[in-house]
């Protein structure tokens, strides 16, 4: 009897301190010395929430909020989404802010194509009223990246020429960008997405090509504009590699189209002959800088090219890649179809 006692008076003095403690966790107060954005991801539950608010530094005690939630029958009331919390905060705040939607950022889904140059990105996000159309073109033409970017966070642009801007590495994705968010903080959200994709077993096989990154991306851009299908951009890698290495120049119409401005498969004679170091009719080698920003597919392309027995392609109205081992023989397929 006496046992039963004093096992019901040890567990009355647990709950009272354990219900001390909790008091203690939900009256106190964490001042934040600047704004702090946690996002609650769709079916993370319970444990999900936890994380992201305990790695965020908004939460006193990991058991203090399981206990709150369980003591106020609000543990299914947890909405996903993006949150910001400022000044102060406690438990009781952070839950009603979470299962009320209180506070949510405004947040907008974008899509940035493949193929799309830094003008293309800029006119689109600034149409969409998420960036100054000047201020976004100046940051992705900077010169000296790590002027403004964090240093040796973008090991990728290594290679990169100090004298050219970011085109070519402004990875084309669907983001979500929300309320606030900088010019400078656009880019680096989509460097980040190019460091996550361009792999360290790409950049090792980059250096086994005897190639840059930037060298990559440049022919990427170019194969990005001639064709589409995985198959034929390894193909087309691989000719414009082997005219490179043969002493040819590599031709491209896609960069006689980023002069001229048009979108057409037959640049005429004029088109041909403009002087501009992105000519690659007049020009050896690659031009100057991307002229677009490429898809990680068309990246890998490059990368893993598919050598032929092919000097000449080209592409049908209706998409076809019609391939050929000699220029007369080229010559006589375009005569089927633009002449």
Do not use: C
């Not at 769709?42 to 003591?71: M, R, Y």
């Not at 100046?138 to 002027?147: A, D, F, N, S």
């Not at 792999?199 to 851009?221: C, Q, R």
Request: proline letters at 4%.
């Amino acid at each position: 009897m006496k046992i039963l006692t004093w096992l019901g008076v040890g567990l009355l003095l647990f709950l009272a301190v354990s219900f001390g403690l909790y008091m203690l966790q939900v009256g106190k107060v964490i001042e934040l010395s600047e704004p702090v954005t946690v996002e609650i991801e769709d079916n993370s539950g319970t444990e999900g929430a936890l994380v992201a608010l305990w790695d965020a530094g908004v939460l006193p005690s990991k058991w203090g909020f399981i206990a709150h939630l369980l003591l106020t029958g609000q543990r299914t009331d947890i909405k996903s989404g993006t949150y910001e919390f400022s000044d102060s905060v406690t438990l009781d705040s952070v839950l009603g802010i979470i299962t009320q939607n209180k506070t949510q950022k405004d947040e907008l889904e974008i899509t940035i194509l493949e193929g799309w140059t830094n003008e293309d990105i800029a006119t689109y996000l600034s149409e969409a009223g998420v960036v100054d159309y000047e201020e976004f073109i100046k940051i992705g033409e900077t010169k000296h990246t790590q002027t403004i970017l964090p240093d040796n966070k973008y090991d990728f642009l290594i290679g990169k020429p100090l004298s050219v801007g970011l085109q070519g590495f402004l990875f084309p994705d669907t983001y979500r960008i929300f309320e606030g968010e900088t010019e400078i903080g656009i880019v680096e959200k989509m460097l980040d997405n190019f460091k996550s994709k361009f792999t360290p077993e790409m950049i090792e096989d980059v250096a086994k090509l005897g190639k840059t990154n930037y060298e990559i991306v440049t022919l990427a851009s170019i194969v990005e504009k001639e064709v589409y299908d995985f198959e034929d951009k390894q193909k087309v890698a691989g000719i414009f590699w082997k005219r490179m290495d043969n002493g040819m120049r590599i031709q491209s119409d896609a960069t006689i189209n980023y002069i001229t401005k048009k979108n057409t498969t037959t640049p005429n004679a004029a088109d041909l002959n403009a002087e501009s170091a992105y000519n690659t009719y007049r020009n050896d080698g690659l031009p100057p800088t991307p002229i677009n920003n490429p898809g990680i597919d068309t990246i890998k392309a490059v990368i893993y090219p598919i050598s032929t027995e092919y000097w000449y392609f080209l592409t049908t109205p209706d998409g076809k890649v019609l391939y050929s081992k000699t220029y007369e023989e080229h010559l006589e397929k375009r005569s089927q179809y633009y002449d």
